[in-house]
Nanobody
Framework: QVQLVESGGGLVQPGGSLRLSCAASGSIFSINNMAWYRQAPGKERELVASIASAGWTKYADSVKGRFTISRDNAASTVYLQMNSLKPEDTAVYYC???????????????WGKGTLVTVSS
């Protein structure tokens, strides 16, 4: 059993900052790509940022220069530092990971249950 558990969401004023964390637990051999997605009310889920096991990163154009994704491989944790937050960043943020449970397995894709970020004055 593998779980991804997000934390760090909440209410923040425009221009403020939040740091999201996502910890993977359970039977894990290794973790490949990890990512953050978000889904705003009435909209489709979209990729916010991703990070490969070697550290390469990719960002949505809407968050470039404001958000930073990082990971701690030893702790099986991925982070999303969000600065200069805007009301349009309001969404449920989901953690996603490609995880191998045993050596030689194919990686399976897992989702967390999400954490709500609300940017409002």
């Amino acid at each position: 059993q593998v779980q991804l558990v997000e934390s760090g969401g909440g209410l923040v004023q425009p221009g403020g900052s939040l740091r999201l964390s996502c910890a993977a637990s359970g039977s894990i051999f290794s973790i490949n790509n990890m990512a953050w997605y978000r889904q705003a009310p009435g909209k489709e889920r979209e990729l916010v940022a991703s990070i490969a096991s070697a550290g390469w990163t990719k960002y949505a154009d809407s968050v470039k220069g404001r958000f930073t994704i990082s990971r701690d491989n030893a702790a099986s944790t991925v982070y999303l530092q969000m600065n200069s937050l805007k009301p349009e960043d309001t969404a449920v943020y989901y953690c996603n990971g490609d995880i191998l449970r045993r050596w030689g397995d194919y990686a399976l894709n897992y989702w967390g249950k999400g954490t709500l970020v609300t940017v409002s004055s």
